[in-house]
Structure formats: structure tokens, C-alpha cells
């Protein structure tokens, strides 16, 4: 996921916080983590589907980070 401009980036985390519980997530941390960025990060669990999502984004002063690369 690569939003536009870094307010896309919080404008995505809010959704997925918001919504996330409403398909049975349970939000387990989210908030800045402890580097001099405060990057964003949400850590959230699926009981139901045995499932956990881990999201991190990196600020990099403003810029925008890159989408994911080949898996």
C-alpha cells in the first residue's frame, strides 16, 4: 500500500483502526514506536481466523514509503 502524500499514510492507519474491530479484529497496539521518527505502527489479532497483521510505517521525514517488493 503506497498512498499518495504521508497524510495518506495516516489517513489508512485511522481506517484500519477504525474498522479492523468490525471484521472481528482486535486492535492489540497501536501508536508511534520508539525511534526518533515515531513511526506509525498497528499490531492487530483475529482470534476467529487464526490470524495476526503487523503495520508499520515508516515516516522518513515526510516521504512517502515504498509499496512491498517481490515475496
Do not use: C, T
Amino acid at each position: 500500500m503506497s498512498p499518495a502524500s504521508a497524510d495518506g499514510l495516516d489517513v489508512a492507519m485511522r481506517n484500519l483502526r477504525e474498522r479492523l474491530p468490525e471484521q472481528g479484529w482486535k486492535i492489540v497496539e497501536y501508536g508511534p514506536d520508539g525511534s526518533a521518527d515515531k513511526n506509525l505502527v498497528l499490531i492487530a489479532d483475529n482470534d476467529g481466523q487464526k490470524a495476526g497483521v503487523h503495520e508499520h510505517f515508516q515516516s522518513r521525514r515526510g516521504q512517502v514509503p515504498p509499496g512491498p517488493g517481490p515475496s
